[in-house]
């Protein structure tokens, strides 16, 4: 089932922030950060981010797809006051080739690798 992306994660994405995104594997939780500005929303509601590194976060999906992301801007106006924040759950993916990786690397040559983020819940928080 696709979930739609919120107006306000939209609005969020259009302001510079930072994207903390959690996996785990069977020992340990594992943070990563990128930036709104580095992920892209696919016509069908997922989120396409580079990956340079993140090899602790690729170990981590091959084992356990799950993965849970918090993102915001101060720019926005929030629950209560100018802010906005969302945590999010979903599934991820690493992928290798094909039009993501294609789409990606057109904006961000470095990109060795596309995370794929199929978001299933989102929560604003601020």
Do not use: C
């Not at 990956?51 to 602790?56: E, I, Q, S």
């Not at 976060?57 to 992301?69: D, R």
Request: hydrophobic share 45%; proline share 4%; net charge neutral.
């Amino acid at each position: 089932m696709v979930i739609m992306i919120p107006k306000k994660v939209l609005e969020i994405l259009r302001h510079e922030g930072v994207v903390a995104i959690v996996t785990q594997n069977k020992e340990a939780v594992h943070m990563v950060n990128t930036w709104n500005s580095y992920l892209i929303v696919t016509p069908d509601n997922r989120f396409l981010n580079p990956v340079g590194g993140m090899k602790t976060t690729e170990a981590n999906l091959a084992v356990n797809e799950q993965i849970q992301m918090s993102l915001g801007s101060h720019e926005v106006d929030g629950l209560h006051h100018k802010g906005a924040g969302f945590h999010i759950k979903g599934t991820a993916k690493i992928i290798y080739d094909g039009n993501d990786l294609e789409l990606v690397k057109a904006r961000f040559p470095w990109a060795r690798a596309v995370l794929s983020i199929q978001p299933e819940f989102f929560v604003q928080t601020a």
